[in-house]
């Protein structure tokens, strides 16, 4: 099993809908989680932290499920410039960071 | 301010030869991470430095792989053969010191090296 693991998509979004996919993790000791972006040809960017109560920013709400062992991003009133790749990615002990395989998200008209 | 910059962008070369991809971190930043990306395999971490003393080179796949980071604004992986296996988007990314649970990462805009 992966260390963390996403569903690669596509989802097919029609703009202004509302969207939210998953990522679990199978360490239980893990202490931090990210939601990154990546555009096509281009490097991740850091989108939000996932923090243990539930955090909002804008249109993105990230949540984070710790006796299931997962997180979430749900992206609200889609825009066509949300079209990119999300990638989850999680802390264990120490400073190394593990990426998921990216959820690939397309907006539409 | 410049963000971290890698060279080249790209990279053709041929089976056997060797390969070096080179970074320099943002300016501050203490912690250097290289990662390598495919379409099968995601994003891997392959070595991270903190201070220029690699911590983790667990994911190096094997002794054709090497990095070093002789001071804190460059760092270099070389691949010695290189194989067409190898063929991927390196990515180099820094990180401040003290971030705590904030871990952002900046990220370069990769090397994509194609071995034929």
């Known amino acids: 099993r992966k260390e963390v693991e996403q569903d690669p998509g596509p989802f097919n979004v029609p703009e202004g809908a509302t969207v939210a996919f998953n990522c679990t993790y199978s360490?239980?000791?893990?202490?931090?989680f990210f939601w990154y972006r990546q555009d096509c040809r281009k490097e991740p960017k850091l989108l939000m932290s996932?923090?243990?109560s539930g955090n909002e920013d804008g249109r993105f709400t990230a949540q984070l499920n710790r006796a299931s062992q997962y997180i979430s991003l749900l992206i609200r009133d889609s825009k066509l410039s949300d079209s990119a790749t999300y990638l989850c990615?999680?802390?264990?002990?120490?400073?190394?960071?593990?990426f998921g395989g990216g959820t690939r998200v397309l907006v539409k008209p | 301010d410049a963000g971290v910059i890698q060279s080249p962008r790209h990279e053709v070369t041929e089976m056997g030869q060797e390969v070096t991809l080179r970074c320099k971190p943002i300016?501050?930043?203490?912690?250097l991470f290289w990662y390598r990306q495919t379409m099968m395999r995601g994003l891997e971490l392959l070595i991270y430095?903190?201070?220029?003393?690699?911590?983790?080179d667990s994911g190096m796949p094997e002794d054709r792989f090497s990095a070093k980071m002789p001071n804190a604004s460059f760092s270099t992986l070389k691949i010695q053969p290189s194989e067409p296996r190898d063929s991927a988007v390196y990515f180099c990314?820094?990180?401040?010191?003290?971030?705590?649970?904030?871990?952002?990462?900046?990220f370069g805009s990769g090397t994509q090296l194609s071995v034929l």
């Open positions: 430095f903190n201070n220029n003393v690699p911590i983790d």
């Open positions: 990314a820094s990180r401040r010191p003290g971030q705590g649970g904030n871990e952002k990462l900046f």
């Open positions: 300016s501050g930043h203490n912690s």
């Open positions: 360490n239980s000791a893990s202490q931090s």
């Open positions: 990615v999680v802390k264990a002990a120490g400073n190394k960071l593990t």
């Open positions: 996932v923090y243990s």
